[in-house]
């Protein structure tokens, strides 16, 4: 069990169940349409999906492989990416359709309340202590920043054009933000809450990573051959993981210190280790893989 990983495949309307290491397909789940962004509990041995055609949270049991519930949100929430609390009860739903995140509490499956943000959330991620998560608003161009017990919005900090994916760095002191449609990452002051850097890599982004092992920045770009790898310390590039295809996603296994990569092109996950960038398995998911999550991440 504990060497499970986990794709959405969008086109294939399911959820593939394989082994992290060896690249096995352990399991196909039927999902709801288009299931897209993923959130594990590991303690639980459950997995969540959000489901933007279907505007709902499933939860699939790992240990059963198969659906167990079903959070309906509203009409047009297209909820698209999750972001579990560590507390292993609180998800949160970015629903870009209807410009809110959703508080769902996991365990009953039922919504507890809802928070309006920016325009077109495209995720969310939540630090460490859980108190806090940032929202990325794709369509308004800003993060909200939610203290999460009140259930509010306590500041929106403007960014670069269409931010859609960020990373909080080991400390919690720095969040990395991806954009759509500028060629720099924004850096942001977890503390102040303002924007400190802007950090170059080029047109194209489609998805970051932070190693907290060693708080390096992987970032995938379209068209492009690599996955650029940066000094934390310099910002600057240091190193590049040789890729077949665009890659969507991007999670880092903290027991085999391997990368996997989600590469819709190749309706497939590859598995490559981080040492030496030895490619080490190949999943065949099918379907347009969208997001890719694993027991043991970091």
């Given amino acids: 069990m504990g060497l499970l990983g986990a794709a959405s495949a969008r086109g294939a309307d399911a959820v593939v169940l394989f082994d992290k290491n060896a690249g096995n397909v352990a399991a196909v789940v039927p999902t709801g349409r288009g299931p897209a962004g993923l959130a594990i509990d590991s303690e639980r041995r459950r997995l969540y999906v959000a489901e933007p055609a279907e505007d709902a949270v499933e939860t699939i049991g790992l240990v059963e492989q198969s659906v167990l519930s079903r959070i309906p949100l509203r009409g047009g929430d297209e909820p698209v990416e999750l972001a579990l609390l560590p507390d292993g009860r609180t998800l949160l739903s970015a629903n870009g359709g209807s410009s ?87 850096i942001i002051d977890t503390a102040s809450l ?12 489609t998805t970051l990573k932070v190693d907290t092992a060693s708080d390096r920045l992987y970032v995938a770009r379209h068209g492009v051959p690599d996955v650029q790898v940066f000094d934390p310390a310099s910002l600057l590039p240091v190193d590049s993981v040789p890729v077949d295809g665009d890659v969507s996603y991007l999670a880092i296994d903290g027991e085999g210190n391997n990368l996997t990569l989600a590469l819709p092109g190749l309706a497939a996950i590859d598995i490559v280790r981080i040492v030496g960038k030895a490619p080490t398995a190949r999943v065949e998911v099918g379907g347009d893989p969208y997001a890719v999550v694993l027991l043991g991440e970091r």
């Fill in 194 to 205: 303002t924007v400190t850097a802007r950090l170059y890599v080029g047109n194209g982004a």
């Fill in 100 to 186: 809110t995140v959703s508080v769902l509490d996991a365990v009953s499956a039922v919504e507890t309340a809802r928070i309006a943000v920016g325009q077109k959330p495209s995720s969310v991620t939540v630090d460490r202590s859980g108190r806090r998560a940032y929202v990325f608003n794709e369509g308004s161009s800003t993060v909200s920043v939610l203290d999460v017990a009140a259930r509010a919005v306590v500041a929106t900090i403007p960014t670069e054009a269409g931010p859609f994916r960020g990373q909080l760095d080991r400390a919690g002191d720095r969040l990395f933000v991806a954009h759509r449609s500028s060629p720099s990452l924004t």
